[in-house]
């Protein structure tokens, strides 16, 4: 791991057309590289505006992205990205668009990869990719962009049409590239329980506002679920969420300090952690991962 950061945003903020609303605003945060990093939040949250910006796609209104020490449009050979309507020329075959993949990128190609994946899905390379299934689709724009061995992979909801066979063999594969080359990879998704075991780095985005940014076992760490008596006083510590059903409380917090003994806690999972804050849009992000202050370099 590097000093650089894959992905540092300061102040970020993206507004399409003059009148309309902002997409994202205000974001602040740093993504150390080598990092696997999920970006999960509710639909319209500003999640693809983030990729497409951090791609290159799109400028930013307000702020800056700064993509591998670079503006992102300078970073793009070095950078793979798949965005959620997996664009591809509907008229080339399978076989034709790979070999248009490896004459763009002739320096860094992995054919043997490409072809892999491809293989994986029982396409034919013969086939027209006007006629593939929007799976079969994602299988090659993956095929595409892990070949391209970039340094930052940028992936929009990539498991999002794939049956559940293919969703495990293209995770293993991530997780193999992250491994084996130190790639950075950020992936959106709205599965947060599929990604808990594969990302070490949270993006929390919610009606265009990074709300939790950070380590994932530091965020986890920082939780506690508690189950009570009800009208049992939670102060002083911190609550993101509190639910009363009959008898019972049960309440995420950020303890400031011991909890008494006969509370029952456990830590949360990244899904419980992830829909308490989303239900509650007023709890604040914890002070070492806020979502305005940069994390200590790497
Ligand atoms: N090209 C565009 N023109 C105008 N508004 C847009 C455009 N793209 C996105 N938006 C708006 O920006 C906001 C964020 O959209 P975005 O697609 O980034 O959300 P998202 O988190 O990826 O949502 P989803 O989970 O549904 O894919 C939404 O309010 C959306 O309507």
Redesign the pocket.
Known sequence: MTGTAAIEAAALG?R??RR?????RDCTFRLPAGRVCAVV????????????LAAGLLAPTEGSIAVLGKVPGAARERVGFVA?DKPLYPQLTVAETLRMGADLNTDRWDAATAERIVAGGDLNPKSRIRTLSGGQCTRVALALALAKRPELLLL??PMADLDPLARHEMMGLLMAQAAQFGTTIVM?S?VVAELEDSCDHLLL?DG?RVRLAGEIDDLLDAHTLVSAPAQTALDPHTVVEARTTGRQLTALIRPTGPTPGDWRTSTPSLEELVLSYLRNPQAAAPAHTPAKTQEPAA
Request: aromatic content about 8%; glycine content about 26%; proline content about 4%.
């Open positions: 993206m399409f057309g309309g609303g902002w997409a994202l939040g509710p639909n319209g949250a500003g999640k693809s505006t983030l990729l497409a959620q929009d909801e959106s709205h985005v265009g």
